[in-house]
């Protein structure tokens, strides 16, 4: 029996939940694995991602390990089926009760009207760490001389920042209320007509995320943790998320870190082979480091605002969002994701790139420790690019390449993928 009782869907009548045991995740052989697919383009390409891993599971174990699908309801799916409601309580208690989930793209209005749906299940789930590993791949166009350099994974906190909600319009009840305040009890000067928005940085959620990055460059044995900030400029908020990475890297990673400036005051610019070096960047010269030296970062650890422009821009220099995926992940419960929008004028003319939700399901194999699968995807992925074979958007400015369907791009996948 689950744990919870759900009111419009139900559980495969086959198949095992996923566990935690010492504080980690115990994966079945059959785990049932909830997922979203999306609205716009979520049609085309959450069946094409469920092929790609149902293939790669099936060849690499030899049938030996299935997911068992449970498809959930968010966005405008969701509000047909549970009378407007976007986001339903059966969705948010099935990504808890079945630990490991995937999603397609979930449109939010801009503007007025209804939460971002993606930022609500960070949230309301506390998936504090947002994962998005960029890297290239051979053939695919990009505006770099030099893209094979970049391959960064950036983990943004996700709870946080203004992205938590609590802001007003201007010239509304609320936000006169706190410019009068502001003045009255602090002597600020804001115009009377200013939108107002709160921008919470705790230590707690920033030493959450910068522990989670830091433990994940120790056991994929990376270089160098970036803690990218505007501490220049707020100093209380963004300079205090680089304060306590610095102390969280002293009190309990010293053994395996060691900071940029004692790399040049100890070892004369040499790292030391058995030391990550943590150092720091200002946002805005990081957004200019990751374009002119992207060779010198490796693991990013930042606040949300700041990793939303980075993890755009870093995959605009790999081929697009098309190629970027995506993870939001707590203590443990993970929610992968395509990391681009719903593109609705797209939708349904099995045409776009895949990739991104594709990605995303390969980083969901790596979570359950199911790599043999997920490098299955990889290979395939790379070969099939080098073929030529792909969607419009790889295709374009690109001689003889053979432009695919959504659905064939798949069936060119999986037709590549060979056991290692």
């Not at 699908?69 to 966005?75: L, S, T, V």
């Not at 407007?84 to 995937?102: C, H, M, R, W, Y």
């Not at 350099?149 to 920042?161: G, Q, Y």
């Not at 805005?284 to 606040?303: H, R, S």
């Amino acid at each position: 029996m689950g744990i919870f009782k759900y009111e419009k869907i139900t559980c495969p009548a086959i198949g095992t939940k996923i566990t935690l045991e010492n504080e980690k995740i115990n994966v079945p052989n059959n785990p049932i694995i909830p997922f979203i697919t999306g609205d716009g383009i979520g049609i085309d390409i959450t069946p094409a991602m469920k092929d790609v891993i149902n293939a790669c599971v099936a060849k690499a174990y030899n049938g030996e390990k299935k997911i068992q699908w449970f498809e959930i309801f968010a966005g405008e799916k969701a509000a047909e089926k549970y009378n407007g409601d976007f986001l339903p309580k059966d969705t948010l208690n099935a990504i808890q009760e079945f630990v490991v989930s995937i999603k397609g793209p979930l449109a939010t209005p801009i503007g007025g009207g209804m939460r971002s749906l993606n930022v609500a299940i960070r949230q309301i789930m506390n998936l504090y760490a947002c994962i998005r590993p960029v890297r290239y791949f051979d053939f695919v166009n990009s505006p770099l001389k030099n893209p094979e350099a970049v391959n960064m994974v950036i983990f943004r906190e996700n709870t946080e920042d203004v992205y938590a909600g609590h802001e007003w319009a201007g010239n509304s009840t609320q936000a006169k209320k706190i410019i009068e305040f502001l003045a009255k009890e602090f002597n600020t000067k804001i115009r009377p007509d200013s939108g107002i928005g709160i921008k919470p940085i705790s230590e707690k959620a920033s030493k959450n995320l910068i522990r989670k990055a830091i433990q994940f460059a120790i056991e994929q044995n990376r270089q160098s943790i970036t803690l990218v900030h505007k501490g220049n400029i707020m100093k209380f908020t963004e300079g205090a998320f680089k304060t306590w990475g610095y102390e969280l890297a002293e009190n309990e990673f010293s053994k395996y870190l060691i900071t940029e400036d004692d790399v040049w005051e100890k070892y004369n610019g040499e790292q030391p082979k058995d030391k990550i070096v943590i150092k720091d960047r200002i946002a805005d010269n990081m957004l200019q480091q990751i374009l002119t030296k992207p060779e010198e970062y490796d693991v990013i650890a930042t606040m949300n605002l700041n990793g939303d422009y980075l993890s755009d821009a870093l995959a605009a220099q790999v081929g697009g969002l098309g190629m970027a995926p995506g993870a939001n992940i707590g203590d443990f419960t993970a929610v992968f994701e395509a990391t681009h929008g719903t593109a609705p004028k797209y939708a349904g003319k099995d045409m776009v790139n895949p990739g991104s939700l594709i990605l995303s399901g390969v980083m969901m194999l790596e979570y359950m420790n199911w790599e043999k699968a997920s490098k299955l995807v990889i290979n395939a992925l790379e070969k099939t690019i080098v073929q030529g074979t792909v969607t419009y958007d790889l295709a374009r400015n690109r001689d003889n390449a053979i432009k695919l369907s959504t659905s064939d791009y798949a069936k060119a996948i999986i037709k590549n993928m060979e056991v290692i």
